[in-house]
């Protein structure tokens, strides 16, 4: 049974330098080292008889679909990426690539930098720019309110502080 997913929205297209840099070693080491590896697997694995009932082979080939996969989507992301190295004229309001400082209503203060969809990392505090978030505070200067809605409910932060890393 085929089951038809609409295709995805794809985020926007800008990308740090320190992020661009990230996938290019990805793409890297799936390519160089990593595909190397697992055919040779599957090779040594092939050259032992019986393919249907060999788990190395099977998962090997498995694993080499998905990583034949990831190429074609980095190769292919990394083309259409506009890597956004400088910084705006205006440093005092929240754009791509900043670090933003926002305090919540209770007075609870989070740290967070606004980046592309191919760079989030909830544990570094990079968020979307395409994230709800991330659509609200961009544009805005520092002592701006900022209200997202949010499965909580409304929710209310004032940016503290914009920030941007110097090239």
């Known amino acids: 049974m085929i089951r038809y ?5 794809s985020g926007s297209k800008y990308i740090t330098a320190e992020g661009a840099l990230l996938l290019k070693k990805e793409l890297n080491q799936l390519w160089k080292i990593e595909r190397p590896k697992v055919t040779e697997q599957v090779s040594e694995a092939a050259a032992l008889g019986d393919r249907s009932e060999n ?6 080939k498995k694993r080499l679909r998905e990583i034949d996969r990831r190429v074609r989507y980095l ?8 890597v956004v190295s400088q910084t705006p004229p205006d440093e005092t309001k929240a754009y791509f690539g900043c670090f933003i ?13 606004l980046v592309g969809p191919d760079e989030i990392n909830p544990e570094k505090g990079y968020i979307s720019i395409d994230s709800p ?4 505070v961009l544009g805005k200067e520092v ?21 941007y890393l110097s090239h």
Not at 55 to 60: L, N, T, V
Not at 133 to 136: D, Q
Request: proline letters at 5%; aromatic letters at 8%.
């Open 143 to 163: 002592g701006a309110r900022v209200n997202i809605e949010s499965p909580q409910g409304q929710l209310s932060y004032q940016l503290i502080q914009v920030e």
């Open 5 to 9: 997913r609409p295709p995805q929205k």
């Open 101 to 113: 400082s926002l305090e919540s209503e209770e007075g609870n203060k989070s740290k967070y930098r």
């Open 133 to 136: 978030l991330g659509k609200a």
């Open 75 to 82: 190769t292919k992301r990394l083309e259409e990426l506009i």
């Open 55 to 60: 788990a190395e082979y099977i998962y090997g």
